[in-house]
């Protein structure tokens, strides 16, 4: 028997498995209710605390966070165990969330939001890892379906709620709905899952956590504020640019000859790793192309409501769980590799159809392709995470799992930055200034600047085809 499936027999007889997959779906359906429930309720946000133009920090800074936190956990689960990790990442999300609901202006809601985001930096990864202990290969075909429905449930509920409290209690409740969910799935992890952990002394790498952590968030900031905030050629941009490029290869110089590094070496020379880090990475590209300029050509362009143009970007998240779903009974007869690669060929053709929206397409027509390529990303991601799992011991999976996650989150960032600049090259060449603001931008001007991101996804989506190949045709501990 392979060690990942010693490991997941000695968890899984003890623990559970019911009451722990509900309590792993409960703690994702926070970060997955989250990541949709609060954009509803700005308007109310801002009515009541001010601050306008502070608000875009309320999703930036809980990004970051997030993002830079999840190689740390992922580290100390590997070294404690789940268990401790998923609580005090659940813990704190709770904690956040009920500080959010009590926040008296936007900035404090902006700092209680940044300590959502470090429980949330747990909860997604650890949530993976804990179904990779408790479930074979074969089973979590089944089991990621479940896992999948909590994205597609939320991506409907989360915009529904959201209006509902804005409109009927208050936008507080926003945040204080997490509070019973949260504590419920922190108790079903308390009283139903077990691990069998080995006690030793453990050598914290706490100089590589610090650089990585310092070092990440700026990068982030970087990629994520520059050309909004500052322009890429100032001064600010530079100088984060620079700090993070000296940190990051400070953390990488202190990993080298840390005992138990946070991120080991050995992640990149993995090659089912490789491919699903990378693999996560250009998903994470192409869903913020989908988040940020789906909707907005939907208003801005093609003349529909807020909710109207938010459902065509809902069907991306109606494809997604779909076909991941499925994607078990695919990789189980014909391999990770051709499941994969069909699902990039599936996702790069639905980006394709995306060339096919004009100023006068339906809302469907822009629907169509979305939820196209949820499909393609929904046959592409959780194969991904699964063979990356798969593919190491238990020690390991921890790490293996945050790193995908991680690569997830750059990809997000790097998103954000490619096609901001491409819109913004794009409207400077036609308007031959600087850009104004959004209200002052016609169809006619925003929806070449657009249609380019969406022939930017086009071709990135390619690269998805591409990464298939590194996936090894057969997955097992000794892919290295």
């Given at each position: 028997m392979a060690v990942n499936e010693v490991s997941r027999a000695s968890v899984g007889l003890r623990s559970e498995r019911g009451p722990v997959l509900l309590a792993v779906m409960l703690s994702m359906s926070l970060v997955a209710i989250d990541s949709t429930?609060?954009?509803?309720?700005?308007?109310?946000?801002?009515?009541?605390?001010?601050?306008?133009?502070?608000?875009?920090?309320?999703?930036?800074?809980?990004?970051?966070?997030?993002?830079?936190?999840?190689?740390?956990?992922?580290?100390?689960?590997?070294?404690?165990?789940?268990?401790?990790?998923?609580?005090?990442?659940?813990?704190?999300?709770?904690?956040?969330?009920?500080?959010?609901?009590?926040?008296?202006?936007?900035?404090?809601?902006?700092?209680?939001?940044?300590?959502?985001?470090?429980?949330?930096?747990?909860?997604?990864?650890?949530?993976?890892?804990?179904?990779?202990?408790?479930?074979?290969?074969?089973?979590?075909?089944?089991?990621?379906?479940?896992?999948?429905?909590v994205w597609a449930v939320s991506a409907v509920l989360g915009p529904t709620l959201g209006g509902l409290f804005s409109d009927y209690l208050s936008w507080r409740w926003v945040f204080l709905v997490n509070l019973p969910v949260g504590l419920a799935a922190a108790v079903m992890f308390w009283r139903g899952f077990h691990e069998d952990v080995e006690r030793r002394q453990h050598r914290i790498d706490y100089a590589g956590a610090v650089l990585l952590t310092v070092g990440g968030l700026l990068l982030l900031l970087a990629l994520l504020e520059g050309g909004v905030r500052w322009s890429w050629t100032s001064a600010t941009s530079i100088a984060l640019f620079a700090a993070a490029a000296v940190l990051l290869t400070a953390f990488a110089l202190v990993e080298r000859r840390a005992a138990e590094p946070v991120l080991p070496g050995w992640v990149f020379r993995h090659r089912v790793v490789v491919a699903a880090m990378t693999t996560t990475l250009i998903v994470g590209v192409l869903m913020m192309g989908m988040t940020t300029y789906v909707p907005l050509y939907g208003q801005s362009v093609l003349g529909h409501g807020a909710v109207a143009s938010g459902l065509a970007l809902a069907a991306i998240a109606l494809g997604w769980p779909l076909s991941a779903s499925n994607s078990g009974r695919l990789y189980l007869t014909v391999g990770f590799r051709t499941t994969m690669l069909i699902g990039g060929a599936v996702a790069t053709a639905g980006a394709s159809l995306l060339l096919l929206v004009g100023p006068g397409s339906s809302i469907l027509v822009l629907a169509a392709p979305c939820f196209v390529m949820g499909l393609g990303f929904g046959l592409v991601a959780s194969p991904a995470i699964i063979a990356a799992q798969s593919a190491v011991s238990w020690q390991q999976r921890g790490v293996a799992t945050g790193s995908t996650m991680f690569s997830r989150s750059i990809g997000s960032a790097l998103g954000v930055a490619a096609f901001g600049a491409i819109v913004n090259g794009v409207l400077t060449s036609h308007l031959g200034r600087g850009v104004p603001d959004l209200e002052n931008l016609t169809p006619e001007v925003l929806e070449p600047a657009i249609h380019a991101v969406f022939v930017a996804s086009a071709v990135v989506a390619v690269a998805l085809l591409v990464v298939g190949f590194l996936m090894p045709r057969t997955v097992s501990t000794e892919d290295r």
């Open positions: 429930i609060l954009a509803t309720a700005v308007p109310a946000v801002v009515g009541d605390l001010g601050g306008f133009s502070q608000f875009p920090w309320l999703f930036s800074v809980y990004l970051l966070t997030q993002a830079v936190t999840v190689p740390i956990y992922a580290k100390l689960a590997d070294l404690y165990g789940r268990k401790p990790v998923m609580l005090v990442g659940v813990g704190l999300f709770v904690v956040g969330s009920l500080l959010c609901g009590l926040a008296w202006g936007m900035t404090s809601l902006i700092v209680f939001r940044a300590l959502q985001g470090v429980g949330a930096g747990a909860v997604q990864p650890i949530a993976q890892t804990i179904i990779g202990d408790i479930y074979s290969v074969q089973e979590r075909a089944k089991v990621q379906g479940y896992l999948a429905s």
